[in-house]
């Protein structure tokens, strides 16, 4: 069965500081990671995806296969960062989305 | 364009009432997915429609029903609702690029079951 676990329900860190929002992945096969992003009173939206390989924002997440993980890392957290984060796995000839609880990052001043 | 729209914003229902939400996707994508949200979890896939024809189920009871009309807008119907159905329903429609698939989502309806 497809599974996506975020271990961290809140994490809070400093302005300037270093954030790491855990994904881990569970898929016999190839899937597409994403990250999605919902700030306050707005939808949630794409914030970036494995096989496009960018930085959005400052945002990084490189897939591992060997450990099925993708964690989202940024190097200065920023207050404009605080929002909830939801890894989502989507399997490689499938139709449908499978999203992990989320994590609420909260950037403190 | 305003991007995936969704109506009602906002629903009250009792149990065993039926309920139908609509949404209408971004102009030219033609896939629209439908997503349960209960407080505190991530979204949970229900239905994927393409061109009108279902692509994908997720693991909800035949109570919940979805179809698609020829100008890609699409409804999500409940029925027998029950207190557990209470949920934010979010809509997403889709499009499948050259830099690989994205996917738009609606702002949802609150649906509460009383």
């Known amino acids: 069965a497809q599974r996506v676990t975020q271990p961290e329900k809140l994490l809070s860190v400093f302005k300037g500081a270093p954030v790491e929002l855990k994904c881990n992945y569970s898929y016999s096969g190839s899937p597409e990671l994403f990250w999605y992003v919902q700030y306050s009173r707005q939808r949630l939206q794409l914030l970036l995806r494995?096989?496009s390989r960018e930085s959005i924002k400052g945002f990084t997440a490189d897939l591992n296969k060997g450990e099925t993980s993708f964690h989202l890392k940024k190097p200065f957290a920023q207050e404009e960062d605080s929002a909830m984060y939801y890894c989502a796995l989507r399997p490689l000839y499938g139709q449908n989305f499978v999203f992990g609880p989320g994590t609420r990052l909260s950037v403190l001043p | 364009d305003a991007g995936v729209t969704q109506s009602p914003t906002h629903l009250i229902k009792t149990r065993g009432q039926h309920v139908t939400l609509r949404c209408s996707p971004i102009s030219g994508h033609k896939s629209v997915s439908w997503y349960q949200q209960v407080l505190g979890q991530g979204p949970q896939f229900i239905f994927q429609y393409y061109e009108k024809e279902e692509r994908g189920r997720g693991n909800f009871p035949d109570r919940f029903s979805a179809r698609q009309f020829p100008n890609y807008s699409s409804e999500l119907n409940v029925n027998a609702l029950l207190l557990g159905d209470s949920a934010l329903y979010l809509c997403a429609s889709s499009l499948y690029s050259s830099e690989g698939y994205e996917q738009y989502f609606g702002p949802g309806t609150r649906l509460t079951v009383t």
């Open positions: 494995h096989i």
